[in-house]
Each structure stands twice: as C-alpha cells, then as structure tokens.
C-alpha cells in the first residue's frame, strides 16, 4: 500500500521542509481568517495528502490521495469566499484538476487492466505489452503538467494562487506543484521506462516554451500574488528543461549526463520550494498590512517592514538566479546539461536544445528585470498609499516562518553537495551509477559539469568573497567616518512625490511593447482637462489590462463549443429522443470500436469495415430520410 524508497522519502522531505515554516506563518495568519475551523481542517488534509501521493505504492492509494490533495486545495482556495473573483477561481481550479484527474485516471486503468491494486512493477510489464505507449505518455503528461503548471495547462495558477490565503498560495505554489513534479519521475521510470527520444524533446520544449511565457507574464503583472503564480509556471519550465534532457539523454545511452541533468532538475525542485514559499509569504505579510495585491499602491515599505523586505530579497536574489544563491547553482547544471550536447548528431535535438538554450538565457535576464521591479515598486521609494504609509511589521509567528524558510534557502545554497548527495542516491535506487565523485572530485569546494569541457563553479568561495568584500567595505566605512550628506531629490526642478515615481506599469513598458504581439494589451487612458483643451490636463490615469494569450485563443474558444455541444444535446435529449437514443447508441459503437484498436493493434481491414458500420448507423439512425 505504502513505498519508502528514496526517491518517496527525498519528495517527503521537500514537503516536511515547505510545511513546517508554513506551519508558524499559517499560525499567525489565523486570526484574519473568518472560518478558521474550515481552514484548519483542510489545511492539515491538504499537508496529509501530499505526503500520502508520494509514498503511494498502488493506483488507488495514489488517486485517493490524488484527489484528496486536490478537494482539500479547493476548499482552501474557498477559505473566504467573498468576492466573486475569488469563487471564479476556485471553480476554474476545480475544472482543470479533475480535467488532469481523469487523464491519470485513463492513465491507471489501462497500465493496470482495471486492477488498480497492483504494484508499480506489474504496471511496467503491461505497460511494455501495450500497443500504443506514445498515448500512456500523453495521459500521463496531461495528468500531471496541468497540476504542475506547464504551458498550456497552465492559466489556472494566475487566477488560483492569488485567491487563495497566503499560506496556501504557498503551499500550492512550493509543495502541491511539485507533488505534480514527482508523479512524473515516479511513473516514468516505474511504468513506462524505457523511453523514445520524442518525449524528451516534448518535455524539453514544454518546458522551454513554459519559462519563457510564464516570465513574461510575470512581467506585465500588477498583482504581486500573480506576478509570483506567473514565476511558478516559469520555473516548472526550467524543471522540465532538466527533466527533458534526462531523458534525452537516457535515450541516446549517456547516462553519466542524465543522471546529471537529472540531479539538476531534482535540486532546482526543492529550490524552487524554498524561495517560492518565501515570496508567497513575503507577499502575504505586505498584503496582510496594506489590504491589498496591486503593486502600485505599495512604496516605501523597506522601512516599515524590514525583516519581511530582508527575507524577500533573500528569495528575489535566488529566484533571479544570482551567484551564489541556491537558484544559480541549480540552474548552472542545467545549463551545463545542455551545453554538454554538442557532440550529438542528430537534426531534431540540434533545433529543440538551442531553442531551450536561449529560452532558459532569455528567462533569467526577465526573472531579474521582472523581480527588480517587484522589489524596488513593493518596498523602496515613497508611500503609494496611506494604507502602505501606516504597514507595519507582522507578528512573531509570521516572522519566524519567513525566518525559518530563509533558513531553508540558505541551507540550500551552503549545503549543495548534502543534498546532491541524496538526489545522487534516489537515481542509484532506480538502478543508476552514482555520478556524485564526479560532480565533487576535489571534495564540497569546487562543484563540476560531468559533461566533455565541462564547465566548474565554487559556490562556497564565491559567498565567502562576497561576505568577505561586504564586511571589508562597511569597516573602512567606520575606519574612515564617512560623513552621510543628505539632501532633497532633484528631479528637473519639480516636487518629487509618490505620483512622480517609476511606476509597475511604467517599469514594465518597453518590454510590453516589444512583446506586444503575445500581450495584446487593452490600455486605458483617461484626462481630466482644463477648460476642454486636450494638451492641459490636471489629471491623468493610465492603466493597461493584459489577458493571456492562451486563454483567449485556446480556452475561451473550447468553453463556447463546449456551450454550443451542450446546448445541442439538451435540445436533442428534449425534443428528439428517438435520434438521442440513437445518438447514445452509436457512442457506445464508437467506444468499443476504440477498446478494440487499443486492445488488439490497429488493422486497416478492420477500421475500414467499423467505419462503414458507423455511417450506415448514422445514416440510418440518426440522420434518416430527408423529407
């Protein structure tokens, strides 16, 4: 019933390490929740749930869990459900979790032949005997990235994340995306091992494609709760881009490189736990002062909030992936992993590896462009609001699980080998070599690339020379008695003032145009003039909405043929029940002939005479006579 390999105790610890500093924040955010009994009760569920995913060791343990995580997040997302915003979110969450429910449902019943109890072992050997294993991968990809949030299963975090009480945006973000992270592992290894080498470029590019729209929307974001879910979808992109080369290169018989990239995508797992955890909560704590998610009403709250503006920055330096932080080293390897490509001779990787290359670069130059804007609109400059002007710092519990999960970042970073060391035996117990010595020959000092010419970093140096350099500079600031001059801003001979300030929405603007043709934004611009001349105005509002690409062209389209079908039904069921029978009739037709294909290989003799019988079915029963 219950599996406590390595690979289930490593993803139990990523959970223990992302709920026990949520644990103290929750414990002084509760008293702001109205319905704490309901909070409590599907807070402790939801932690309960995602350790039982990840020590499942059958289908219907793991679906039980499975869904289990997903109810108890929905119902917290409900915690207050207030606003009709909030109550829109929750039920678009709820769609595309049972949407990715019942792929992994299809996923289940036909490795399993409908024997959900049998181990993961015995999943393999049917698995290998079925025809059509590209289509267990699909179902396993869709079940599994629309939780994770993958490009494009991913709009749901965008509306989810924000709606949800701080320390569940947290949690979901940290720890329930990764749960997502670790089904992948576990079954495409367990199950459907060994791989073709189309779908490690199918991840590779998922993933490539995803860092890169999710950064960008980060970008245009307002709403610090969605810049942050935006950065999630981003960094699950560069996970997949690890991942994808793993099994790129299993596939091509390097298994020193994917083991490494491999690791690569394991570490930047549980650093992308720690700082997203982080920034959830650092936006919690302003969110819970200022009473409100739009960035440009904050400003200036450095100084009201200090401990929360250190830990945030702590988390924007490593989410940024600035050396030496934990996100630099993760990401290091998987550009080191793809690099270590470029003796590969073959067209289709010489496409997709360059195009993840350039995505994963182009990604870290945004995530700093995109959290200097976040850090210097939130917590530097002059008071936006009057609700920012009177933030103050939050209560002891708050501070210390942002504290304590500062901690966890900083053992990340200071820790590396320890923690590659336990990735390094998770890949030995699925039956790979240690690539450890390899990654550390001259011991935790220096840390190296496995690949040919690979490259070498030494976090431990680098952090020392930056203390080292902090600590010489502020001494010869106290040698030497620097005296402080303080003075007005200039700014051209005008007042400077809050409305004076870079702005969000003007930070953001070169980028916005640039990719104008994937924002699409709706702007507004509003004057109150003098006298009815348009050149003189005393007041101006400049706002722009932008609504993601995908959601226009892909999930609008589909929910209004959905509309559409389901209207047609219902006036078939109501008003032509002859036909509707005879509609239901040739569905189960079409559902045995499919059971048929899957079952027992596709023959064009056989399609061909099933296909007839369906029109003859169709003409007969359903379309009939013309009158």
């Known amino acids: 019933m219950f599996v406590f390999d390595t690979l289930s105790l490593v993803f139990v610890g990523l959970i223990l390490l992302g709920a026990v500093p949520n644990l103290f924040y929750s414990s002084g955010y509760l008293p702001h929740i109205e319905r704490k009994m309901h909070y409590q009760l599907h807070y402790f569920a939801f932690i309960f749930s995602m350790i039982g995913v990840v020590i499942s060791a059958n289908a219907l343990v793991f679906l039980f869990f499975w869904e289990l995580m997903s109810l108890t997040s929905w119902q917290l997302i409900l915690t207050e459900p207030k606003e009709e915003s909030t109550i829109k979110a929750a039920r678009f969450y709820f769609i595309m979790t049972h949407f990715g429910f019942l792929f992994l449902l299809l996923f289940f019943l036909m490795v399993t032949n409908g024997d ?42 965008p509306y989810a994340h924000p709606a949800a009480p701080s320390p569940v945006s947290a949690l979901m973000s940290g720890v329930m995306l990764k749960v997502a992270i670790y089904g992948l592992f576990r079954f495409l290894f367990d199950v459907l091992y060994p791989w073709p080498l189309e779908w490690g470029i199918v991840i590779l590019s998922l993933g490539a494609l995803s860092s890169l729209v999710g950064v960008l929307y980060a970008l245009s974001e307002h709403d610090i709760k969605a810049l942050l879910a935006n950065h999630s979808i981003e960094n699950i992109g560069i996970i997949l881009i690890g991942f994808g080369m793993g099994m790129i290169f299993d596939t091509l018989g390097l298994h020193t490189l994917s083991t490494f990239a491999f690791i690569a995508a394991l570490f930047h797992t549980f650093n992308h736990m720690s700082f997203k955890s982080l920034l959830f909560m650092g936006a919690g704590s302003v969110l819970h002062q200022t009473h409100t998610k739009n960035m440009e009403k904050y400003g200036g709250l450095i100084k009201a909030m200090p401990l929360t503006a250190f830990t945030f920055l702590i988390a924007a330096i490593s989410i940024s992936a600035l050396p030496p932080s934990n996100g630099f080293l993760s990401e290091w390897m998987i550009f080191q992993s793809m690099l270590s490509s470029s003796h590969i001779d073959n067209v289709s990787l010489k496409l997709a590896i360059p195009f993840a290359i350039f995505a994963l670069a182009m990604t870290g130059g945004l995530a700093i462009a995109c959290f200097v804007k976040a850090y210097g609109i939130v917590f530097l400059g002059l008071h936006r609001s009057s609700n920012a002007k009177h933030a103050h710092e939050v209560n002891f519990l708050m501070k210390s699980g942002m504290v304590l999960m500062t901690l966890v970042i900083f053992s990340l970073m200071l820790f590396t080998p320890f923690y590659i060391k336990w990735f390094d035996k998770v890949f030995i117990g699925l039956g790979r070599s240690s690539v450890y010595e390899k990654i550390f020959p001259e011991g935790v000092w220096h840390m190296h690339s496995v690949g040919i010419n690979g490259g070498i970093v030494s ?168 009158k």
């Open 459 to 626: 976090p431990l140096v680098l952090l020392i020379a930056l203390v080292s350099v902090t600590l010489l500079m502020f001494f010869a600031y106290k040698l030497f008695n620097v005296q402080t001059r303080i003075h007005n801003t200039w700014a051209c001979g005008y007042k400077t003032s809050a409305k004076t300030q870079y702005s969000a929405t003007g930070f953001a603007g070169p980028i916005r145009r640039f990719f104008s043709w994937l924002y699409r934004p709706n702007e507004h611009l509003e004057k109150q003039t003098v006298a009815g001349h348009e050149t003189k105005f005393i007041d101006s509002s400049y706002e722009v909405h932008v609504t993601p690409l995908f959601e226009n062209a892909f999930y609008k389209s589909v929910a209004k043929s959905v509309n559409f079908t389901s209207y047609w039904v219902y006036r078939l069921a109501h008003f032509e029940q002859t036909r509707y029978a005879a509609m239901i009739f040739n569905i189960m037709l079409m559902v045995l002939f499919s059971y048929r294909v899957f079952a027992e290989g596709f023959s064009w003799a056989t399609f061909v005479l099933e296909f007839l019988v369906m029109l003859v079915s169709i003409k007969i029963l359903i379309i009939g006579d013309k």
């Open 116 to 157: 959900l109890e049998i181990s993961f072992a015995q999943m393999r050997d049917i698995a290998a005997a079925f025809s059509y294993p590209s289509l267990l991968f699909f179902f396993l990809v869709l079940g599994f990235l629309s939780k994770a949030g993958a490009v494009p299963l991913h709009v749901w975090l």
